[in-house]
């Protein structure tokens, strides 16, 4: 399994807020074969294959693209453990804050 960790920032949509943005970003992402847990400041993806990730993550930011962002600044963070199955949880185990 590969955890991710995405944020896409739509530039020169002449607003401040971007939670418009980020809801077609999410429901793009709904769309794939990925699971998400959207945070704060980004969304944890976690996704069976790199092809799977990439493909929901170009979803993601086309979905802004399609919103009207004249510039998209897409950040993807990608944690592929090849030695052992991991999850969002399984991190969050390892390090004791995991309470969901």
Known sequence: ???????????????????????????????ADVRI?????????EAKDLETLLFAVKLAHEAVVAKGAKRVVTTLRIDHRLDKEASIESKLRSIGSYDE
């Open 1 to 31: 399994m590969i955890v991710a960790e995405l944020s896409i920032l739509p530039v020169g949509t002449g607003r401040t807020g971007v939670s418009e943005y980020v809801k077609a970003a999410i429901g793009a992402l709904k769309q």
């Open 37 to 45: 847990v959207p945070r704060a400041m980004a969304t944890e993806i």
